[in-house]
């Protein structure tokens, strides 16, 4: 049945199909690390917990008391940890644990939470801490500000009094996007500076089934066991962090710090992942494995995935038989759990946020290839991209030198990047000049250029046509320069929790965050020109503008895009990437609205010659009022 759906789909049989594409190079991009890691924890990945288990192997005695609750079968081997990176001192060997003579990992509790420790640590959130303690069938992750998590391992639950606040370092909201600690070396803040004038609206208490989807937490005698992926997804995710394992190793992942494949093939994190020149590829996977793998899947989309009311989705259990991939997600050759997963990211969610990133190890990483030379991306990524590559060569004509960042036309500065990306050099030491290309120098530069002494500049117009997102900082760098203050709220619609930061910025440098770094309050007439293919951040901000009275929306409708990005894994070792449950808003009225139907302009501009004759286009606003 597998071998004709395949024949049907790809026109090829699974085998032929997998060898074809086996070991082909294909590009990840190496996206910047948002935050550098902190050079005195390079050392520390044996880091010592609050109940005194650190991230070394410590071996689970085969003889002691098992729990008269439940009885297992029960083996263990120790593994290697490769901790973001695949250098020798990020790397634990640590002990996995099997049950029942089955294949599905499970790591010790307390062995987790030092290796979640360490993770928080290293991803720059300092202030995030708990005590694990013990009662029973019961084990609870504990933090200083109240918010704990509940591990009950005689029914299969996970409680959460406040799930946004149990995740979030205690020197936050419970909800925030941005990075937490723009700060120089001498401890003031620089570039974004978040103000303590949030407002805040608790969630509700969270109960997770697992057992409802056939997930079973572990307690033998004094050691209590959870499976990794659960782990991963519940824990690590809303982090920007995914466990993979792959029957050999586990690595704490995240792309930005050491992807699997670059430009020049595997890196070195790749080669243990994949195996070299991708030799893991065409194993098959115990059936267990396969199921759990399945069922965790639903799990995490049931609780973690922001669009579900929006496409109508109440389980993706439901989801998956609606298509006829129940079969495929659980079977042992992993070529057709990664077809499947494809198709209802790239079919049934196809929210442009939601993508596949990499297949499994089992299947090698060319597989994913082929799967996007045969299918694309999805109507609503392939739309958007063919309309920017369209717009941007309508605007190439009228710049045939390359856009500039800043430009000024008569009485007109235009103000252009396609994509959001914070500084890629400290504007502290050295101002931001015209050449510049990230935005938070193009954005200082402007400023510094329209503000500047005798400016003849009357209208600023930020160009943001064929700008598809990118980093949410610099989204609310851009903001605030034109506001004074950017106010971001953001809902999670699974828990119910309501929040409105508010943030101001420095472009002056001087580490001063008042009127002079920014536009508003100058007499200046301000615009945001907009299409469909303004999405994800590139649609925050036409959306922050659509509800100030400041700023003037001129072009289409911008492209949506309501979800901050969570990666996220299978337990047999995909990766992709889903619209989390985080979603943007804007406030009003004390109610919130999410922004995933994009801005409407409050002037059409039909034609996207329009959008870049500048000339024309400095006339036409000049002649709006």
Not at 483 to 508: F, H, M, R
Request: charged share 25%.
């Amino acid at each position: 049945m597998v071998d004709n759906m395949w024949y049907n789909q790809c026109g090829k049989k699974p085998m032929a199909f997998l060898n074809r594409y086996q070991g082909k190079e294909v590009l990840i991009m190496n996206r910047k690390v948002r935050k550098s890691l902190c050079a005195a924890l390079a050392g520390a990945i044996l880091l010592t917990s609050s109940v005194g288990t650190s991230l070394t192997a410590c071996a689970d005695s085969t003889s002691a008391s098992v729990s008269q609750t439940k009885k297992y079968n029960f083996a263990h081997k120790i593994m290697k940890t490769y901790i973001l990176k695949s250098a020798p001192e990020f790397t634990a060997d640590l002990p996995v644990y099997f049950f029942d003579s089955g294949t599905i990992p499970y790591y010790k509790l307390e062995d987790f939470a030092g290796l979640y420790r360490t993770a928080m640590l290293m991803s720059g959130l300092t202030d995030f801490d708990f005590e694990m303690t013990t009662d029973g069938e019961k084990v609870r992750f504990q933090k200083k500000d109240g918010f704990y998590a509940e591990f009950d391992f005689e029914n299969d639950t996970i409680y959460f009094f406040d799930y946004n606040g149990f995740l979030s370092p205690e020197n936050r909201t419970i909800m925030d996007i941005v990075v937490p600690d723009w700060k120089a070396a001498d401890g003031t803040y620089s570039y974004i500076k978040t103000l303590s004038t949030a407002t805040v609206r608790y969630g509700h208490e969270i109960t997770m089934d697992l057992g409802a989807y056939n997930i079973k937490l572990r307690h033998r005698g004094d050691g209590f066991y959870v499976p990794l992926q659960t782990m991963s997804d519940i824990f690590l995710a809303p982090n920007q962090l995914n466990l993979l394992y792959n029957g050999r190793a586990v690595i704490l992942y995240n792309e930005g710090v050491e992807p699997l494949v670059t430009d020049g093939g595997y890196t070195a994190l790749g080669k243990i992942y994949y195996g070299k020149n991708g030799k893991y590829a065409g194993k098959k996977i115990g059936k267990d494995l396969a199921e759990y793998s399945y069922n965790e899947l639903c799990f995490a989309m049931d609780h973690l995935y922001g669009l579900k009311a929006n496409h109508n989705i109440d389980s993706f259990a439901e989801l998956v038989d609606q298509r006829g991939f129940a079969m495929l997600m659980t079977d042992t050759d992993t070529r057709s759990s990664d077809y499947a997963l494809y198709q209802l990211i790239h079919q049934n969610l196809d929210d442009q946020h939601s993508i596949f990133k990499a297949t499994s190890y089992a299947s090698g990483y060319g597989f994913g290839d082929a799967l996007y030379e045969k299918f694309g991306e999805g109507r609503a990524r392939d739309e958007t991209f063919a309309l920017k590559d369209e717009y941007k060569s309508i605007r190439d004509k009228y710049n045939p030198d390359g856009v500039p960042g800043y430009q000024e036309v008569g009485d007109t500065a235009y103000i252009t990047f396609d994509g959001f990306y914070a500084n890629t050099r400290d504007y502290y030491e050295k101002a931001p000049t015209a050449d510049d290309k990230d935005t938070f120098g193009i954005i200082a530069y402007s400023v510094q250029q329209i503000l500047r002494k005798d400016s003849p500049i009357k209208n600023v117009v930020l160009d943001l046509s064929c700008n598809t997102g990118g980093q949410v900082d610099a989204a609310v760098y851009t903001i605030a320069a034109f506001l004074g203050k950017a106010s971001i709220s953001l809902e999670d619609p699974n828990t119910g929790a309501l929040v409105t930061n508010d943030y101001k910025i420095d472009t002056n440098f001087d580490h001063k965050f008042n009127s002079k770094d920014t536009l508003a309050g100058k007499g200046l007439n301000l615009y945001c020109l907009e299409s469909k293919v303004s999405f994800s951040c590139g649609n925050l901000v036409p959306s922050m503008f659509k509800d100030d009275p400041h700023v003037t929306l001129i072009g289409q409708r911008s492209g949506g895009g309501a979800c901050s990005v969570m990666p996220m894994s299978t337990a047999t070792g995909t990766l992709f990437r889903v619209s989390s449950s985080i979603r943007l808003s804007f406030l009003r009225n004390g109610s919130f609205y999410d922004i995933d139907q994009g801005a409407e302009p409050d002037f059409v501009i039909s034609k996207a010659e329009h959008f870049y004759d500048r000339e024309e286009l400095t006339k036409y606003i000049d002649g709006l009022f």
